[in-house]
């Protein structure tokens, strides 16, 4: 049996990790939810984590700090915010993020930017298989 895809969420709201945990595990996912980016960061050098849902806002940083974290493995980040402008938008999409979704979370919304992130990991896992590329080959 395949090992599920690993989600992080990272919400300083109790309830909406919970209900994005939720979700996300419906889809099929392994979701570990935490409150503060102090524990995502111990989590993600201990865990294969594949993707990121975080709060713009948390306790003890925001989603800047969590992209940071994330860039390296490039991991993707999605941000939830109860303030949806542009300006925070784009701050989000130009510092890296996957995406932006609102708060409270729409199912529909969620299970659509998870399946697109998803597709993108999967593509990503690909070797470039018939092209005569040997550079994925056993390293």
Do not use: W
Not at 4 to 31: M, Q
């Amino acid at each position: 049996m395949p090992r599920r895809l690993r989600v992080l969420v990272v919400s300083s709201e109790p309830e909406n990790g919970r209900a994005l945990g939720t979700l996300l595990a419906a889809r099929g996912l392994d979701a570990i939810v935490t409150a503060t980016l102090a524990d995502a960061r111990d989590l993600l050098s201990q865990k294969t984590i594949r993707l990121i849902f975080c709060d713009a806002q948390l306790a003890d940083g925001s989603f800047r700090e969590l992209l940071a974290l994330a860039e390296p493995q490039q991991i993707p980040v999605i941000v939830a915010s109860r303030l949806v402008d542009t300006p925070h938008y784009l701050e989000a999409m130009q510092l890296g993020a996957f995406d932006f979704v609102g708060m409270p979370f729409r199912r529909g919304e969620v299970e659509q930017i998870v399946a697109s992130a998803v597709r993108q990991l999967a593509a990503r896992a690909k070797p470039s298989a018939g092209r005569g590329d040997l550079s994925a080959s056993h390293a």
